[in-house]
């Protein structure tokens, strides 16, 4: 498994859309990283950030959408 750097310190936040659940479910996501999706729980900003693979991603988030 190859390693990736992603320096985060000055990135711009997306929220989910799916996050005004009353539940608090927050997710975040960063854009604009070639081949990579970081994520976050918006909650604990300073929080761990796992970042997915844009190959992980798309099927991923479909998979959520047929739930």
């Known amino acids: 498994m190859a390693t ?3 320096r985060l310190s000055k990135v711009g936040w997306r929220r989910s ?3 005004t659940a009353p539940e608090g ?3 975040e996501v960063a854009d604009g ?3 990579v ?3 976050r729980d918006s909650k604990r900003p300073d929080g761990g950030v ?3 693979s844009a190959a992980a991603w798309g099927p991923f988030v479909a998979a959520l959408k047929g739930c």
Do not use: D, R, W
């Open 4 to 6: 990736v750097h992603v």
């Open 33 to 35: 990283f070639a081949g």
């Open 17 to 19: 859309s799916h996050s």
């Open 50 to 52: 796992v970042v997915v």
């Open 25 to 27: 479910l927050c997710v």
């Open 37 to 39: 999706v970081p994520v």
